[in-house]
């Protein structure tokens, strides 16, 4: 069974760091694209970050390029989201998702995901 579950989320101050961690379970992260996306309150699922099957392939939402880096570890079938130099307007429910690699993708489209976690908070606040 396929599983994707975030964690790392919580308060922090502005300017402050964050990690997220998305472990994968029943599939293996090579085969698919990864995908960070983030929802806040009245606004609809924005792409935050992806990565592909090589770690080079890489997309940042303008907002976060330069403050935030996404990796991940194949031996531990996880991805991660490291967050620098938060703002307040990085609040918001962080979810991971997983797009079975096929072709040409949009990482910023949700619709092109198969699978979702349940989400983390993060919060941004002095």
């Known amino acids: 069974q396929l599983q994707l579950v975030e964690s790392g989320g919580g308060l922090v101050q502005p300017g402050g760091s964050l990690r997220l961690s998305c472990a994968a379970s029943g599939f293996t992260l090579d085969d698919y694209l990864m995908g960070w996306f983030r929802q806040a309150p009245g606004k609809e699922r924005e792409g935050v970050s992806a990565i592909g099957n090589s770690a080079e392939q890489t997309y940042y939402l303008d907002s976060v390029e330069g403050r935030f880096t996404i990796s991940k570890d194949n031996a531990k079938n996880t991805v991660y989201l490291q967050m620098d130099k938060m703002k307040p307007e990085d609040t918001a429910i962080y979810y991971c998702?997983?797009?079975?690699?096929?072709?040409?993708?949009?990482?910023?489209?949700?619709?092109?995901?198969?699978?979702w976690g349940q989400g983390t908070q993060v919060t941004v606040s002095a």
């Open positions: 998702g997983a797009a079975f690699l096929k072709g040409s993708q949009d990482p910023t489209n949700p619709m092109e995901y198969d699978y």
